[in-house]
């Protein structure tokens, strides 16, 4: 059998972690794309902080809206949401939303909060999605993945280690909206939490398009959930900050 890396490195235990930080491009992503799980790590003690990382500013098609409101209502939004899925500990970084994130900027920031916090996990979009058109995915995933697998070295992001901010390693790197899972976590008890934390977010969420939505998810979850002998899944990629560099079958582990 060919030699694949997480054999040698192993895929670590999400849900064995101690504190995990979700990582999300816009208010309402992490509830999509991992929200049962989040209230699942939740409930069993898993210590949870959300950082979001624009303001959500470009979440309209109507050009009547005002942006300064819109982005008082998703703040509004995404705190409700996150108090069902359990979260208590939101941050946010603020930037315009809109595909127009700066990279290496955020890059300091998502850094900044990981040695701040010193989390055992962080959670993310998976950047390496296909045809995934929004580069504040792309960016964030990126970013988030680079700051991983490096900020527990010390000439990485200097000026975050000039504020006070030591070095700091993070165990594990786990993606949700991934195109390639190799973990499957049932989240039967927590799904209706996190139908009903899409469902906080109106300003995105029409009756209409969050039906749909809820209901693509749910008939997704269910199908992959067969496979596991539970009622429904959230499937995330999971891997060791490790596996992040040079090997070639490590979208495969
Ligand atoms: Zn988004």
Redesign the pocket.
Known sequence: MKPRICDFLPIPDLLKTEHVLCI???P??LEIGAGGAVARMSRSGIKVTCLTVTNGSAGTKDPSVNQHDLIQTRQRETIKASGLLGINDLMWLGFADGGNLPYEEIRIGITRVIRKLKPSAVLV?DPWLPYEA?S??IRTGKATAEAAFLAGMPYFCPSVIEEGFKPHDVDIIAFYYTAYPNTFIDVSETWKLKLAAIDCHTSQFPPDKGNLLKKYLTAKASEQAEKHNCEIVEALKVLSPGHLHIFEEAWQC
């Open positions: 999300q491009p816009h309402d992503d979009c929004h504040d995915h």
